[in-house]
């Protein structure tokens, strides 16, 4: 199978997995998958595919698969929101910090992060993460009000305080930030 033909069924697959017809999206997945064998996007769909019907298991061997063909952090990210649903947190805490090490705009990796890092106590260690994100994207309200949640865990009042001030002067109607301004 030519290059061509693996594009056009990947392109397939993505369509109709946005689509939500689950059963065709394989089908063109699983053919891309055959036809060139050194490209993790294939693997990756059939992953999101196996998420969405909650078959955790297949989808955890599907991100690795994709991961041997090339690590990305969308394997990792994939890898880190299985583990997260079937309560193996730490290893999820270490995947989602290596996606977050390859691209740091990862949202999920990022989310899936703080959310995992709130259950282990390990709040302090995803700062930096989302520090770095606001580097790159400053503007990202969800980020930042994110950041000022982790410092009011860790007790440092102040610096939360000037991030939902920041956020408070380009989206004054924000009303989580407002409350937990008025929290403070």
């Given at each position: 199978m030519s290059h061509l033909d693996y594009e056009i069924n990947k392109e397939l697959g993505e369509c109709y997995l946005f689509m939500g017809e689950l059963d065709k999206a394989e089908d063109y997945y699983r053919k891309a998958a055959g036809s060139n064998g050194v490209h993790p996007d294939p693997y990756i769909g059939l992953a999101t595919i196996a998420v969405q019907r909650g078959e955790f298991e297949s989808a955890m061997s599907f991100y690795q698969k994709a991961h041997e063909v090339e690590a990305t952090d969308k394997?990792?990210?994939?890898?880190?929101l299985i583990q997260m649903e079937t309560d193996r947190k730490e290893e999820a805490f270490e995947n989602f910090s290596a996606a977050l090490e390859v691209n740091q705009v990862n949202m999920v990796a990022l989310f899936g992060?703080?959310?995992?890092?709130?259950?282990?106590?390990?709040?302090?260690?995803?700062?930096?993460?989302?520090?770095k994100f606001l580097e790159i994207e400053p503007d990202k309200?969800?980020?930042?009000?994110?950041?000022?949640?982790?410092?009011?865990?860790?007790?440092?009042?102040?610096?939360?305080?000037?991030?939902?001030?920041?956020?408070?002067?380009?989206?004054?109607?924000?009303?989580?930030?407002?409350?937990?301004?008025?929290?403070?």
């Open positions: 394997s990792f990210a994939g890898m880190g992060l703080v959310r995992i890092a709130h259950e282990v106590g390990r709040v302090a260690e995803i700062l930096p993460h989302l520090e309200v969800e980020v930042r009000y994110s950041l000022a949640g982790c410092l009011i865990c860790l007790e440092k009042q102040d610096e939360a305080a000037a991030h939902l001030e920041r956020i408070l002067e380009k989206d004054p109607d924000n009303d989580a930030a407002k409350e937990l301004l008025a929290q403070l």
